[in-house]
């Protein structure tokens, strides 16, 4: 999902979800995400993060 989701080991996904959608973006909505990526950029890393819906 390009450009569908931020994510990184640093981002709390609940925490920054919530402070997104406080902002009340027209037709938006952001989901936490946890993932650990098989492959590319931050294998094997737990991450966290959102993806815009």
Do not use: D
């Amino acid at each position: 999902l390009p450009f569908e989701m931020f994510a990184a080991e640093w981002i709390g996904a609940e925490e920054f979800a919530r402070a997104l959608n406080a902002k009340r973006l027209p037709g938006v909505v952001f989901r936490p995400i946890h993932l650990k990526p098989f492959y590319s950029v931050g294998k094997g890393s737990n991450l966290q993060g959102v993806q815009v819906h």
